[in-house]
């Protein structure tokens, strides 16, 4: 999916922006080098990575209704769905999740999504 895209992917919804545009609160709560998860309902931070790896991270927690905050400058962030899809989200940028269940992550040195 591409940076500024939305999808709507069955019942749940998925959409991208700049980080920028989520305004000074978000930057306070995940500060770079972080890939956060933040949950919608109340804003806490429920998830906090900053590891490149070169396999995925389990998210025990397996969350959703959540926004993905990428603070890295250089580096993109796949994040995987329950059903086995995934989704990228590019550098200093955020990505919103309704609807469906996470259940890893895995941060790239790439600076572009593959």
């Known amino acids: 999916m591409a940076l500024g895209a939305i999808a709507s ?63 890295r400058n250089d580096d993109v962030a796949y994040i995987r769905y329950a059903s086995g899809s995934q989704a990228c989200v590019t550098p200093n940028s955020t990505f919103t999740i309704t609807g469906y269940v996470l259940t890893g992550i895995r941060i790239s040195s790439s600076a572009t999504c593959a």
């Open 9 to 71: 992917l069955g019942a749940g919804t998925a959409s991208a922006s700049p980080a920028t545009a989520t305004g000074p609160a978000t930057a306070a709560t995940c500060a770079y080098p972080y890939v956060c998860f933040q949950r919608l309902s109340d804003g806490a931070i429920v998830g906090r990575f900053q590891d490149v790896t070169s396999t995925w991270q389990s998210l025990p927690s397996r969350p959703s209704n959540v926004k993905i905050i990428n603070t």
